[in-house]
């Protein structure tokens, strides 16, 4: 099925919004083998994601999204991770200072994978609970005025990901769609990014 995506991305060519978005549709329905996942993730990094190809992936994970109820001010503070630099986490740091100037915040992250360390593994070490369901997250947003969506429980679909992208030594376009795939649809962004 991913035959002629793979053939044109490692081609250098890029992929209309309709084929990123058919493609990623068929990994997250298991689909795709994880050597196929790799190739395609690779080619991409290879020859630069296209806008058309992160608009493509982007529209397929949110409709793969488990959706959390929130209300429509909300800010997310996810950031890209994979800077490779070692450095600290912001973005997390910059949802509890932005919560302290009374934001709602609506934060959504993940693990490394990458880099050191990811929003869940900050708040993980904070002693917070992470594996929450989309209505624990909603009622964290209505009573806190934060709530925190780990990718893993909100995109269980990107389980046929992980593992491949776990092996990648490198970011790949799943990079990107953090900001822009966040469960509640939160349409303000304080973006921290790889230099």
Request: hydrophobic content about 45%; overall charge neutral; some cysteine.
């Amino acid at each position: 099925m991913l035959r002629e995506t793979l053939r044109k991305a490692a081609g250098g060519e890029s992929l209309t919004e309709g084929e990123a978005e058919r493609a990623l549709e068929a990994i997250m329905e298991g689909d795709v083998n994880p050597v196929a996942t790799a190739a395609l993730l690779t080619a991409l990094r290879v020859k630069g994601e296209a806008v058309s190809e992160i608009v493509g992936f982007a529209r397929a994970m949110r409709r793969f999204a488990q959706k959390v109820a929130a209300p429509p001010d909300v800010v997310d503070t996810c950031g890209t991770g994979g800077d490779a630099k070692g450095t600290i986490n912001v973005s997390t740091a910059a949802a509890f200072v932005a919560r302290g100037a009374g934001v709602v915040i609506a934060k959504h992250g993940n693990g490394a994978a990458t880099s050191r360390a990811g929003s869940a593994d900050v708040l993980e070490a904070l002693g917070a609970e992470i594996e929450l369901t989309p209505e624990q997250v909603s009622r964290c947003i209505e009573e806190a005025g934060i709530g925190f969506m780990f990718a893993r429980t909100h995109h269980p679909a990107m389980r046929f990901v992980a593992p491949v992208r776990a092996e990648l030594p490198f970011r790949t376009i799943f990079n990107l769609l953090g900001p822009l795939t966040n469960p509640a649809g939160a349409k303000r962004q304080l973006v921290g990014v790889f230099g």
